[in-house]
């Protein structure tokens, strides 16, 4: 069975009627509609919206929307989504007191002060004016700095655009932001930034492997083991070489007696000083 609001070609019009909101939800009192998804009808006038007064849950994206005004009166709206409309202003949604997340990507909204309408709502915490992945923004987006202005405007914001703001993980989306901005390459006459330099000390570094002609028969383990520093012997104490001999040095295992591990160690260590 198909989910409500996702049956096409059921809106009939562009204009939301109580035949239309019944239909789709099979709530036969518009007060009891809790839910409702409306996207990509074709909608431009909301109509008779206003009467859901129990509405918590509002899907409006993708339609020709330019104005907002019977969403005054639903003072239960919790999560409205209007993203890829034609609105230019938010200003019927100030007596949404319960609203906590909208999604107003993909609209006309040109400066921040078009969202002053939002500053008396308490409980928004969640804000979308832009989506990357669905290529939707706004106007006011072309700034770098609309972010902070936004975040001055509405300092209860929590998440902007998908990223957090304010409490834990917004540090992690701050620090991902100046790596990225550190990492753009800059005009700027100033000094440039040092080249990194690797942490280990030289003496502990490994030394770089010889070609194979260099190596002759032996494998990259063996040659490995053989340049080890003087702190890292303890790789040659008996006990290591049932895991190393079995991989590595098979030819001289072949040459000791397989009853006598302490044979084959001596002409192992026999065969690293030869290499």
Same mark, same amino acid.
């Given at each position: 069975?198909?989910?409500p609001?996702?049956?096409?070609?059921? #809106? !009939?019009?562009?204009?939301?009627? $109580?035949q239309l909101?019944?239909?789709?939800?099979?709530?036969?009192?518009?007060?009891?509609?809790?839910?409702?998804?409306?996207?990509?009808l074709?909608?431009?006038? =909301?109509?008779c919206? !206003?009467?859901?007064?129990?509405?918590?849950?509002?899907d409006?994206?993708?339609?020709?929307?330019?104005h907002?005004? $019977?969403?005054?009166?639903?003072?239960?709206?919790?999560?409205?989504?209007?993203?890829?409309? /034609? =609105?230019?202003?938010?200003?019927?949604?100030?007596?949404?007191?319960?609203? /906590?997340?909208?999604?107003? #990507?993909?609209?006309?909204?040109?400066?921040?002060? /078009?969202l002053?309408?939002?500053?008396?709502?308490?409980?928004?915490?969640?804000?979308?004016?832009?989506?990357?992945?669905?290529?939707?923004?706004?106007?006011?987006?072309?700034?770098?700095?609309?972010?902070?202005?936004?975040?001055?405007?509405?300092?209860?914001?929590?998440?902007?655009?998908?990223?957090?703001?304010?409490?834990?993980?917004?540090?992690?989306?701050?620090?991902?932001?100046?790596?990225?901005?550190s990492?753009?390459?800059?005009?700027s006459?100033?000094?440039? #930034?040092?080249?990194?330099?690797?942490?280990?000390?030289p003496?502990?570094?490994?030394?770089p492997?010889?070609?194979?002609?260099?190596?002759? $028969?032996?494998?990259?383990?063996?040659?490995r083991?053989?340049?080890?520093?003087?702190?890292?012997?303890?790789?040659?104490?008996?006990?290591?070489?049932?895991?190393?001999?079995?991989?590595?040095?098979?030819?001289?295992?072949?040459?000791?007696?397989?009853?006598?591990?302490?044979?084959?160690?001596?002409?192992?260590?026999?065969?690293?000083?030869?290499?």
């Amino acid at each position: 069975m198909e989910p409500p609001g996702e049956k096409p070609g059921e #809106a !009939g019009g562009q204009q939301i009627t $109580p035949q239309l909101l019944k239909l789709r939800t099979g709530e036969f009192s518009l007060e009891s509609i809790l839910l409702l998804k409306l996207r990509c009808l074709g909608l431009a006038d =909301l109509g008779c919206l !206003g009467e859901c007064l129990g509405l918590e849950w509002l899907d409006l994206s993708g339609n020709a929307l330019t104005h907002l005004g $019977p969403l005054a009166s639903l003072r239960q709206l919790a999560v409205l989504n209007v993203s890829n409309n /034609q =609105l230019t202003g938010l200003e019927p949604l100030a007596t949404c007191e319960n609203l /906590q997340s909208l999604n107003a #990507a993909g609209n006309l909204l040109a400066t921040p002060g /078009q969202l002053q309408c939002l500053a008396g709502l308490p409980c928004l915490e969640y804000l979308r004016l832009r989506d990357p992945l669905a290529r939707l923004s706004n106007p006011l987006c072309a700034s770098p700095s609309y972010r902070a202005a936004v975040r001055e405007l509405l300092p209860g914001l929590k998440v902007i655009d998908g990223e957090r703001v304010i409490g834990r993980g917004s540090e992690f989306y701050q620090l991902c932001r100046d790596l990225d901005s550190s990492l753009r390459p800059s005009s700027s006459p100033g000094p440039r #930034a040092t080249e990194a330099q690797p942490w280990v000390e030289p003496a502990l570094r490994a030394p770089p492997l010889p070609s194979s002609s260099e190596r002759g $028969p032996w494998p990259r383990t063996a040659w490995r083991v053989a340049s080890l520093p003087p702190h890292s012997s303890w790789l040659l104490h008996p006990g290591y070489w049932p895991c190393v001999l079995g991989h590595c040095f098979i030819p001289i295992l072949r040459a000791a007696p397989p009853h006598d591990p302490s044979t084959c160690c001596k002409e192992a260590l026999k065969g690293l000083e030869q290499v």
